[in-house]
């Protein structure tokens, strides 16, 4: 649920900054179907959706055999929220100046794969396979023919799709300190999970954790040619990865709120974009 900071972190930017300099967006997995809503121009529906989501008990069930397995109803996610109950305008966010790319990983390569808003592909099938966590949600999505799947797997961060951009705001759900290597326990347990998964994917999966602790040192090398900024909370958030306590989703949208409002490189940042 960590996803749901990103409300936040959009009302303060949108309050403080407006997004009249908002050009393009790469996000993968739940910050995906965020950022959707804020393209489209809903993205005062971000609360109540998030709200809705935990409070349904319908998109987390968390008391299921084996445990974890297919815990995440991603269906319910895609078809009933946001095709439905809180229905995505699609055509405003295909109708949006704003290039919006969307990461997913290939399941075969361990590849991540990025589909822009105006690829033919159906968008709600490339949100689905953006979300679709391994294990959790269900193994794969199929797209023109290949299987897909979450898209932190294959990046954890998109910076590699920045090459061409001069200005980066970059957000994390994670504070700023290295992620632990897994104890030789978490390890056999978690490849009792993924053992059915293709050897490619199961390696992106085991250097997820390298990846992430090296987001600081890309960032630094991006600062020498780029005006960069970062937001990323201050301490752990309060909604665990898989959540259902309403509470707990609220404080952690009012913590990247906070976060960005109060955010003293923005001001900067801003000022810098011609």
């Not at 972190?9 to 407006?18: M, P, R, T, W």
């Not at 297919?70 to 809180?86: E, M, T």
């Not at 959540?243 to 109060?262: E, F, H, S």
């Amino acid at each position: 649920m960590s996803a749901c900071y990103h409300a936040g972190v959009i009302a303060a930017l949108k309050e403080k900054f407006g997004f009249k300099k908002l050009s393009r967006v790469i996000a993968t997995s739940g910050a995906a179907a965020t950022y959707s809503y804020l393209i489209s121009g809903q993205d005062h529906i971000l609360r109540p959706t998030w709200i809705e989501l935990v409070r349904s008990r319908r998109f987390i069930k968390l008391w299921k055999f084996p445990p974890g397995k297919r815990v995440i109803d991603l269906d319910y996610l895609i078809d009933g929220v946001i095709k439905d109950r809180n229905a995505l305008d699609l055509r405003a966010l295909k109708g949006s100046p704003v290039k919006f790319e969307i990461g997913v990983t290939d399941v075969k390569t361990g590849e991540p794969l990025f589909f822009s808003k105006d690829s033919p592909v159906d968008f709600f099938e490339v949100l689905r396979a953006s979300c679709c966590v391994p294990y959790f949600a269900r193994n794969d999505v199929t797209l023109n023919g290949r299987s897909y799947c979450d898209g932190m797997v294959g990046s954890v961060s998109g910076l590699e799709r920045t090459a061409d951009e001069e200005n980066v705001l970059l957000i994390l759900t994670r504070p700023p300190k290295p992620l632990r290597k897994l104890h030789l326990l978490r390890k056999i347990s978690s490849w009792l999970l993924l053992r059915d998964q293709t050897p490619e994917l199961q390696k992106a999966i085991w250097n997820t954790v390298a990846r992430y602790n090296d987001i600081p040192r890309y960032v630094q090398e991006l600062r020498q040619r780029k005006n960069i900024a970062v937001i990323q909370p201050k301490r752990d958030l309060p909604a665990l990865r898989l959540d259902t306590r309403a509470d707990r989703v609220l404080r952690t949208i009012k913590q990247g709120y906070n976060d960005t409002i109060g955010h003293e490189e923005l001001d900067g940042f801003f000022a810098r974009i011609a």
